[in-house]
């Protein structure tokens, strides 16, 4: 083992040995186990998990693994060595067996229960036992634990077989969503926006399972087969995985006094999410109440930020209910999303979503997720009223700053110092009656065009432009001069000089994408992928990582493209529906 250092960039772990030595699950020790689970891990079935703050189960290894790819850039930055990924020991560890580990890394892994609430409203009807206590990681678990480079990683696998949480489910994830969810994660962390990373990824040679899927051609709403697919594990990376909904189980319980521990529980769990996620901005020696009104407002900038990001790159989460919005602030569950192509503030590609999770709805989205966050930490505060008003006062000021945050955003992508709600609002209109392609758009905005040539790039020509070609044109523009003539304003201060038109091309490009994870650039890689050839994922994954990078003419012709019309309204490929 040798070690690394900022002129020494060679790789420390290089062996499943040297990843032994990190192991630290000091996890264990903050958080309390289901006093009911059983120490070997052999924890399968569905049941209620009253208590206790995860459960040790052991995961079930899929049949005959095979390499598919996995993240070299989040290798290099925890120094592991590429070759680790392709070694027996390392590919046995992450497609779920720890039988054979090294100490002292743990043989069981561990899932967690939480609560489930859509769109501000709570639910238990999602758990087969209608509690609330036999819902959460249902196939998700996690296996290790250390600090890395100065910082805390969790590693989770997913497709990692049944927990008690599986809801009488089979814990697989199936290859198509894992290579879905791989990529998307790498993407994400390269347009900046705050994720849970991909480590690797194995598929298993032998194993299937049965999904609804739709057929070749098919323009269904919903699937209308049956396909076996391949199953998968994707290993994914964070400081912590609890999620909102992970705050509002242990918030239910001590609301309904449901076990003398139950208000422990709640401190405990927050405390947690405290050291996990906000250890850098939260004073250890503060007293609790302090260190939940400053949770609060972290999580409020956090949350905003990473919205107004979704939106800066075209993102649609798909599905952000609570429990699927990390309290550290970050993406998390890459399930039903989609990267939009033509603007639509509708745009929501999962069939079972509605309009509340749609494109330009996810700050209200957000909101209502943030709400459930605030509800669940005021039983820690009723015996603090200053503090208590503090906590309402965040919560009542979400908007506010969820305005903020969306404003600053779209002023960047435009190229502006300050937003401008009337250039703003002319341009959403066009946008949308064009319609155009969100990122091609603002792309081409980027170059700082003269005319509306180059914008025309990304008009897709459909009923209202055809109709109307010269008039929308026309408005088109009158926009583009009103923006040039502002944008030639822009400036980096109030005194300072105006920027040159290189410098303020450079900054819109470091803002507006040039690729995207389009779903139909997807859909043919996890389609090659499932007959065992890796090299469009793997093609995709490198594109992928540089998404504002101009990279070469042959991938600008591939990638940087309309989406062709025979995809509108493919199943599959323009919208889908959850099973994965
Ligand atoms: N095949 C499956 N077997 C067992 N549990 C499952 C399965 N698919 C989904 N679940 C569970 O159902 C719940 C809802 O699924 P959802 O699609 O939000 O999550 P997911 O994609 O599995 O996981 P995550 O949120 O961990 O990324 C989750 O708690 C998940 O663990
Ligand atoms: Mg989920």
Same mark, same amino acid.
Request: overall charge negative; glycine content about 6%; hydrophobic content about 35%.
């Given at each position: 083992?040798?070690?690394?250092?900022?002129?020494?960039?060679?790789?420390?772990?290089?062996?499943?040995?040297?990843?032994?030595?990190?192991?630290?699950?000091?996890?264990?020790?903050?958080?309390?186990?289901?006093?009911?689970?059983?120490?070997?891990?052999?924890?399968?079935?569905?049941?209620?998990?009253?208590?206790?703050?995860?459960?040790?189960?052991?995961?079930?290894?899929?049949?005959?693994?095979?390499?598919?790819?996995?993240?070299?850039?989040?290798?290099?930055?925890?120094?592991?060595?590429?070759?680790?990924?392709?070694?027996?020991?390392?590919?046995?560890?992450?497609?779920?067996?720890?039988?054979?580990?090294?100490?002292?890394?743990?043989?069981?892994?561990?899932?967690?229960?939480?609560?489930?609430?859509?769109?501000?409203?709570?639910?238990?009807?999602?758990?087969?036992?209608?509690?609330?206590?036999?819902?959460?990681?249902?196939?998700?678990?996690?296996?290790?634990?250390?600090?890395?480079?100065?910082?805390?990683?969790?590693?989770?696998?997913?497709?990692?077989?049944?927990?008690?949480?599986?809801?009488?489910?089979?814990?697989?994830?199936?290859?198509?969503?894992?290579?879905?969810?791989?990529?998307?994660?790498?993407?994400?962390?390269?347009?900046?926006?705050?994720?849970?990373?991909?480590?690797?990824?194995?598929?298993?040679?032998?194993?299937?399972?049965?999904?609804?899927?739709?057929?070749?051609?098919?323009?269904?709403? /919903?699937?209308?087969?049956? +396909?076996? *697919?391949? &199953?998968?594990?994707?290993? #994914?990376?964070?400081? =912590?995985? %609890?999620?909102?909904?992970?705050?509002?189980?242990?918030?239910?319980?001590?609301?309904?006094?449901?076990?003398?521990?139950?208000?422990?529980?709640?401190?405990?769990?927050?405390?947690?999410?405290?050291?996990?996620?906000?250890?850098?901005?939260? /004073?250890?020696?503060?007293? +609790?109440? *302090?260190? &939940?009104?400053?949770?609060? #407002?972290?999580?409020? =900038?956090? %949350?905003?930020?990473?919205?107004?990001?979704?939106?800066?790159?075209?993102?649609?989460?798909?599905?952000?209910?609570?429990?699927?919005?990390?309290?550290?602030?970050?993406?998390?569950?890459?399930?039903?999303?989609?990267?939009?192509?033509?603007? /639509?503030?509708?745009?929501?590609?999962?069939?079972?979503?509605?309009?509340?999770?749609?494109?330009?709805?996810?700050?209200?989205?957000?909101?209502?997720?943030?709400?459930?966050?605030?509800?669940?930490?005021?039983?820690?505060?009723?015996?603090?009223?200053?503090?208590?008003?503090?906590?309402?006062?965040?919560?009542?000021?979400?908007?506010?700053?969820?305005?903020?945050?969306?404003?600053?955003?779209?002023?960047?992508?435009?190229?502006?110092?300050?937003?401008?709600?009337?250039?703003?609002?002319?341009?959403?209109?066009?946008?949308?009656?064009?319609?155009?392609?969100?990122?091609?758009?603002?792309?081409?905005?980027?170059?700082?065009?003269?005319?509306?040539?180059?914008?025309?790039?990304?008009?897709?020509?459909?009923?209202?432009?055809?109709?109307?070609?010269?008039?929308?044109?026309?408005?088109?523009?009158?926009?583009?001069?009103?923006?040039?003539?502002?944008?030639?304003?822009?400036?980096?201060?109030?005194?300072?000089?105006?920027?040159?038109?290189?410098?303020?091309?450079?900054?819109?490009?470091?803002?507006?994408?040039?690729?995207?994870?389009?779903?139909?650039?997807?859909?043919?890689?996890?389609?090659?992928?499932?007959?065992?050839?890796?090299?469009?994922?793997?093609?995709?994954?490198?594109?992928?990582?540089?998404?504002?990078?101009?990279?070469?003419?042959?991938?600008?012709?591939?990638?940087?493209?309309?989406?062709?019309?025979?995809?509108?309204?493919?199943?599959?490929?323009?919208?889908?529906?959850?099973?994965?």
């Amino acid at each position: 083992m040798t070690h690394r250092d900022s002129e020494n960039p060679l790789p420390t772990i290089t062996t499943l040995d040297d990843l032994a030595t990190l192991a630290d699950y000091s996890l264990m020790d903050t958080l309390s186990c289901d006093p009911d689970a059983t120490a070997n891990g052999d924890d399968h079935m569905p049941r209620q998990v009253f208590s206790g703050h995860y459960v040790p189960v052991s995961p079930t290894p899929i049949k005959n693994p095979e390499y598919v790819t996995h993240s070299k850039r989040f290798f290099r930055e925890l120094g592991f060595a590429d070759s680790l990924a392709e070694s027996p020991d390392f590919i046995r560890m992450f497609s779920g067996d720890l039988t054979h580990v090294p100490e002292p890394l743990s043989k069981v892994g561990w899932a967690t229960g939480y609560a489930l609430s859509i769109f501000g409203t709570e639910y238990v009807q999602q758990c087969p036992f209608q509690t609330g206590n036999g819902y959460g990681d249902g196939r998700a678990m996690s296996v290790f634990e250390a600090v890395i480079n100065g910082q805390r990683w969790e590693m989770q696998l997913k497709g990692g077989g049944r927990t008690p949480y599986c809801r009488g489910a089979d814990g697989r994830a199936v290859l198509r969503s894992s290579v879905r969810e791989f990529l998307a994660q790498e993407h994400m962390h390269a347009l900046g926006v705050p994720t849970s990373r991909s480590l690797s990824l194995y598929v298993s040679k032998t194993e299937t399972v049965n999904r609804p899927w739709y057929s070749e051609g098919s323009y269904m709403k /919903d699937p209308d087969v049956l +396909i076996s *697919e391949a &199953v998968a594990i994707s290993t #994914r990376v964070a400081p =912590s995985f %609890l999620r909102v909904g992970q705050l509002e189980l242990f918030s239910r319980r001590a609301r309904k006094n449901e076990h003398p521990q139950a208000m422990a529980e709640l401190e405990m769990i927050v405390l947690h999410l405290i050291d996990r996620e906000y250890g850098e901005v939260i /004073d250890k020696n503060l007293t +609790i109440a *302090e260190k &939940v009104v400053l949770l609060a #407002r972290e999580f409020r =900038s956090r %949350l905003t930020l990473l919205v107004a990001n979704w939106i800066r790159v075209g993102y649609c989460q798909g599905n952000f209910n609570s429990d699927n919005c990390a309290a550290g602030g970050f993406t998390l569950d890459y399930g039903p999303f989609g990267f939009c192509d033509v603007y /639509d503030p509708q745009f929501q590609p999962w069939t079972g979503g509605g309009h509340h999770f749609s494109f330009m709805n996810q700050p209200v989205a957000a909101e209502r997720n943030f709400h459930m966050f605030w509800t669940a930490l005021r039983p820690l505060l009723v015996s603090n009223q200053d503090a208590m008003e503090q906590l309402d006062e965040i919560r009542s000021g979400f908007a506010e700053v969820m305005q903020s945050e969306m404003e600053a955003m779209w002023a960047a992508k435009l190229g502006f110092d300050a937003f401008n709600r009337e250039m703003f609002n002319e341009l959403e209109a066009l946008m949308q009656q064009t319609p155009v392609d969100y990122t091609i758009f603002f792309r081409e905005l980027s170059s700082l065009p003269d005319d509306i040539g180059p914008l025309k790039k990304s008009f897709y020509s459909r009923s209202l432009y055809d109709a109307n070609a010269e008039e929308i044109e026309k408005r088109w523009s009158q926009w583009l001069e009103k923006w040039q003539a502002l944008s030639v304003k822009t400036t980096g201060g109030k005194d300072a000089s105006p920027l040159s038109r290189v410098a303020l091309s450079k900054q819109m490009k470091l803002v507006n994408p040039k690729y995207n994870l389009r779903e139909w650039f997807v859909v043919p890689a996890y389609q090659q992928a499932s007959m065992g050839n890796y090299d469009l994922v793997r093609e995709l994954q490198e594109i992928m990582t540089q998404p504002y990078e101009e990279q070469s003419a042959e991938i600008e012709q591939k990638f940087y493209k309309l989406k062709p019309s025979e995809f509108f309204e493919a199943g599959g490929l323009s919208h889908y529906s959850c099973s994965s």
